[in-house]
């Protein structure tokens, strides 16, 4: 459908970009928060399907950046896990990837209430029943965000766990 050729259309016109030329910014919480604050207004008050496409793709990019920011950050400190650099980048991304994930949610059930929402699960976008379940309320609750954000802290913490264990004789006591 015309979404899905969007998205082939949106990938080629990326390019390709080595790993050594990739270049790390940290993410901007607010303004992620920010776009998806538009996004949300756009996808539940706009009656116009090529401005609610705008809006879906900007959040889109957004959230992609993020998880590329993220995963560079992991990489990079997962190659040399002495560098106090990539794990502080790496835990600040792993302590906000609750909040990206619960804004894509948050996305999907604004589009839900979307005036223009059978036209959104038509052939050409999402397909029929894509927002099905995105009706009622989200899982992802202050509680849930809180555990997910307390399973990356801990993910972190293993990390530099192992780092610390870089140092110790391997099978000591310290070592265990």
Sequence with gaps: GYFSNLSRMASGKMGTTTFDDMVYTRPDMTALQSTLEESCRI?????????????????????DNFYTMMNLADVRYCADLTDLYWQEEYSYCMSHSSEADA???????????????????GDDYFGEG???SYQGESVWDETFTDLMTRESELISTYYDLSRQSLELEYSSEAFY
């Design 103 to 121: 804004g894509l949610d948050e996305l999907y059930y604004a589009l839900a209430k979307s005036p223009m929402l059978e036209t959104l699960e």
């Design 43 to 63: 996808a539940t008050e706009s009656t116009d399907i090529r401005e609610i496409e705008d809006a879906i793709w900007e959040f889109y990019e957004a959230y």
């Design 130 to 132: 894509y927002f099905d």
